[in-house]
């Protein structure tokens, strides 16, 4: 990846979340990426929890004022919005008390353009050059198409963490993953306009989809944890306070983790995405044709990969299969700790 690639993130945070945040402002302090914005969506929690976190994250995570946060979508495009507290807690941060906007402890004022509008704003500004990480619900996203539909067109590339393929099963309904599932309609939207864009111009990127077949198998455990402490308290001890709250949240989500039968474990979809976006040479992909089912009594949520040409279609994504790395996920996240620590 070039020095200082433009990033976008739009999120919904979220404690995985939380990660993928620290792990690109991160990679912004020591002068890697040019974190561009993020754009905080409604999702788990409601769009004033999920403003709240962002900021705080990146406050915690030492990100400068320049990074541009904006508030997304409040809700899902069609039908009303599925909240779902019990997975990362009331407010989205599990057990991590995060500074509070209106006490004044946030050092980041909240961007006056939409979450739309930045998406928009920054393609323009970066044409061909950004690269956006959509680690939420799709909305925000679908909204911003409306505002550009040629945002295909001006990313470098698109990378979202979203659906399950091959088979794998859902994790909110049989055949659905919770991002694509609270608003297909969004998801749906943001194929189509790939679609419409590569046949337009085959030059244009695939959308790259990461699903839970992949992003499953990003295990966080307690040992990971205080490996996470004790390296952010060895390497800078300004660090040391947002290690205490990633670990403060994660704690939430190793409890849902559990209630579920998945064990005292936390699957941290978001910065193994939010990783990947910034290593595509290490993304073992597999194009297809790829639509959003929005209206099956059983199938609502499911993503639907076409790999034979049944449609007749040209490939509108590439689904991320599997790394080329060694050691798979679980190296991933040791690169992501080792950035979390490093003051830059």
Do not use: K
């Not at 449609?311 to 950035?339: I, K, T, W």
Request: charged content about 20%; proline content about 6%.
């Amino acid at each position: 990846m070039s020095a200082r690639r433009p990033v976008l993130l739009d999120c919904d945070p979220g404690i995985d979340d939380a990660l993928a945040i620290a792990y690109l402002a991160a990679e912004h302090r020591a002068g890697r990426i040019a974190l561009q914005g993020v754009v905080a969506t409604a999702g788990n929690v409601g769009i004033d929890d999920t403003v709240r976190n962002a900021l705080a994250w990146l406050d915690l995570a030492g990100a400068g004022a320049e990074v541009s946060v904006a508030a997304g979508a409040a809700g899902a495009t069609v039908v009303p919005h599925a909240f779902t507290p019990e997975t990362h807690g009331p407010r989205g941060a599990g057990y991590a008390a995060l500074p509070e906007r209106e006490e004044g402890t946030t050092a980041r004022a909240l961007d006056a353009r939409s979450g739309a509008r930045l998406w928009v704003d920054l393609a323009r500004a970066h044409p061909g050059e950004l690269v956006a990480v959509v680690t939420g619900p799709s909305s925000t996203l679908a909204a911003a198409l409306d505002l550009e539909p040629a945002l295909p067109r001006l990313l470098r590339r698109l990378v979202v963490m979203g659906g399950t393929y091959r088979g794998h099963p859902g994790n909110t309904t049989p055949v659905s993953e919770w991002n694509v599932d609270v608003d297909p309609e969004a998801a749906d939207a943001v194929c189509l306009a790939w679609e419409a864009a590569r046949e337009a111009d085959p030059a244009v990127a695939p959308a790259w989809w990461c699903g839970l077949n992949l992003t499953e198998r990003a295990v966080w455990t307690p040992e990971r944890s205080e490996r996470l402490l004790a390296q952010a308290a060895s390497a800078d001890g300004r660090l040391v306070s947002l290690a205490r709250h990633l670990v403060d949240a994660l704690r939430f989500y190793f409890e849902f983790h559990d209630s579920v039968g998945e064990g005292y474990l936390a699957q941290v979809h978001d910065p193994l995405v939010a990783w990947l976006a910034l290593h595509s040479e290490a993304a073992v992909t597999e194009p297809v044709h790829l639509r959003v089912e929005c209206a099956g009594e059983h199938t609502r949520g499911m993503t639907v990969e076409d790999r034979r040409g049944h449609r007749g279609r040209a490939a509108n994504a590439h689904l991320v299969v599997d790394l080329s790395v060694p050691g798979g996920p679980d190296a991933v996240l040791d690169e992501v700790m080792a950035a979390l620590a490093d003051p830059g």
